[in-house]
């Protein structure tokens, strides 16, 4: 089986940070992608950030110069650093693992549980 425990988020006033972590567990074989989405209420689910194995970032446009995404292949881990926050940043965020296991050698998808950020004064 596989794990994924995610944590950070919060109510944080405008123009603050944030900083949400995500980690994998279990039995895995391999890591591929990792990434950040967000679905704010009433809207689709969209994605905020990825990174590949080899650590290289690419963001939306509307969190580019804000939002940093990082990620630890030795933790299986994956971090959402998020600065100067905005209203429109309010969502809640999903981590998403792209992952062979090492029990049936498949490559599937996984999710966290969503996180709350709520950006608001």
């Known amino acids: 089986q596989v794990h994924v425990a995610e944590s950070g988020g919060g109510l944080v006033q405008p123009g603050g940070s944030l900083r949400l972590s995500c980690r994998v567990s279990g039995s895995i074989a391999n890591v591929s992608t990792m990434a950040w989405y967000r679905q704010a209420p009433g809207k689709e689910r969209e994605l905020v950030a990825t990174i590949t194995r080899r650590g290289v970032p690419n963001n939306a446009d509307s969190v580019k110069g804000r939002f940093t995404i990082s990620r630890d292949n030795a933790l299986n881990a994956v971090n959402l650093e998020m600065n100067n926050l905005k209203g429109e940043d309010t969502a809640t965020y999903y981590c998403?693992?792209?992952?062979?296991?090492?029990?049936?050698?498949?490559?599937?998808?996984?999710w966290g549980q969503g996180t709350q950020v709520i950006v608001s004064s």
């Open positions: 998403y693992f792209q992952i062979r296991d090492s029990y049936y050698w498949r490559w599937n998808d996984y």
